[in-house]
C-alpha cells in the first residue's frame, strides 16, 4: 500500500489532509448505553498502523471512554483478542493494510458476555480451564528417589530428589500444546461453543492434554473427569476452525481428537476390567 | 471413572465409519455405480452365480458388513449432531431415529448375509 501523493508528512504524525479510515467499534458501557451499538470513528490511515494502535489512537485523541484489553503487544500476553469484521483476531498482529480502504468493523470477542467495549467476560473461561488442572501433578513420582503413587512429599519435590529427565522426542509430543496463550480467539470461532457454553472449548482441552502429554505428569486420571463428560471432548465435532483462528499453531482440533481417544480407551477399558481396577 | 454416557461407543463407530467411507466407498462407488451398469468389468462380474458365490465367502460377508454398517453408523452420527448444529433439538427422539435406524439396517444385514 503506498501513502497517496499528496501526502507529504510523516507516516508517523498523520496529519487531517492524510487518507483516513473508518472503525465501527461495538460500544457498551453499562449504566450509559441500554445495549451494545456500533459506533464509528474516523481516524488517520497509517500504512504500518496494527489495530491496537488504532484503538489506541481512538482512546488518546477521539473518546478516552472506549475500553479494551492489551499488554504486550506482540502476540505473547494473549489479552487483544476481538473480532475483526467477524473474524477472532489478535488486534496488536492486525493491520489497517489489510483492510484498507474498507470500514472494518470492531466488536467484542464472540460467544462471550460484554463486560465493557472491547472487553468479555473470562470467567467462565477461568473455571474450565481450572478444572482440567493446567500443571504438572506429581511430577517426582518417577524421579530416581520418588516411589510411584507416593504422594507428592516437601522433601522429594527438591533437587535432591534427583532430576526428571526427558527426551526432545517426548517434548515433541506436547510442545505445541504449551504454546497457547489463552487469547479466547479459539472459543470465539468454535460453533459449539457458541451453541453450548458448558462445552469444555478448545483452549482448555489443549492445554488438558499438553499435560496428559507430558512423561513428568502423573495426573491423567485427575483430568479424566472434566475431559470426559459429555461437554468435555464429546461436544466437539471437528468443525476445525478453531486451528485455523489460532495465533499460535496450537492446533486445537488436533488435541481435543487425541484426547477423544483417551476418552473411547477408558471408556472401553471400563467395561472390560473388573470393577476394582477401572 | 463412572461413565454418565455411553458417547464414546457412538463416536468409536463414527471414526471407524469415517475411515471406511473415505477409503472404500469411493471404490464401491466406482464399482457398483459406474464400472457396473456401464459395462466395463470382466464378464464373471455379470453373472448371478459367480457373484452369489463371491458373497458367500465369510471374509467378503465380513467386509459388506464392515463398509455398509459402519458407514451407516457414521451417518447416523453426523445427523445426529448436524440436527443440534442447525438448531434442531436433539432429545431421545432424534438419537433414536438416527442411532436406530443404523443399528436396525445392521442387523438387518446381519440376517441377510448369515441366511445368504
Ligand atoms: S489454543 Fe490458540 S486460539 Fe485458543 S486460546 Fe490458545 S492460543 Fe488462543
Ligand atoms: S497485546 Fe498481547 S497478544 Fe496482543
Known sequence: MTIPATDNTSETAPSKSEAGITLEILRYIPGTHSEPTFQRFEIPYV????????????????????????????????????????????????????????????????????????????????????????????????????????PAGHERETIQAGENRQTPKELALFDQYSMCINCLLCYSACPQFGLNPAFLGPAAISLAHRYNQDNRDQGNADRAPALNEEDGVWSCTFVGYCSEVCPKSVDPASAIQQEKVRGATDWALSWLLPKGAR | MRWKHHEPFFWSLFGAGGVISAFCVPVMVLLTGFLLPLHLLPEAAYNYESLHALA???????????????????????????????????????????????GLSSLALLILLLTL
Not at chain 1, 482512546?59 to 469484521?85: H, I, N, P, Q, T
Open chain 2, 56 to 102: 458367500q465367502n465369510l471374509w467378503v460377508k465380513g467386509a459388506i458388513l464392515v463398509i455398509v454398517a459402519l458407514s451407516l453408523w457414521h451417518c447416523a452420527h453426523r445427523i445426529f449432531h448436524g440436527l443440534h448444529d442447525v438448531g434442531v433439538s436433539t432429545g431421545p427422539l432424534a438419537r433414536t431415529l438416527t442411532y436406530g435406524l443404523a
Open chain 1, 47 to 150: 500504512e504500518d498502523w496494527s489495530m491496537l494502535d488504532a484503538l489506541g489512537y481512538i482512546k488518546d485523541e477521539l473518546d478516552s471512554s472506549l475500553s479494551y484489553r492489551w499488554s504486550c503487544r506482540m502476540a505473547v500476553c494473549g489479552s487483544c483478542g476481538m473480532m475483526f469484521d467477524g473474524v477472532p483476531k489478535l488486534a496488536c498482529e492486525t493491520f489497517l493494510r489489510d483492510y484498507y480502504p474498507r470500514p472494518i468493523r470492531v466488536e467484542p470477542l464472540e460467544n462471550f458476555g460484554i463486560e465493557r467495549d472491547l472487553v468479555i467476560d473470562q470467567e467462565p473461561f477461568l473455571e474450565k480451564l481450572e478444572s482440567v488442572k493446567p500443571y504438572i501433578i506429581d511430577a517426582m513420582a518417577n524421579a530416581p528417589s520418588g516411589k510411584p503413587g507416593a
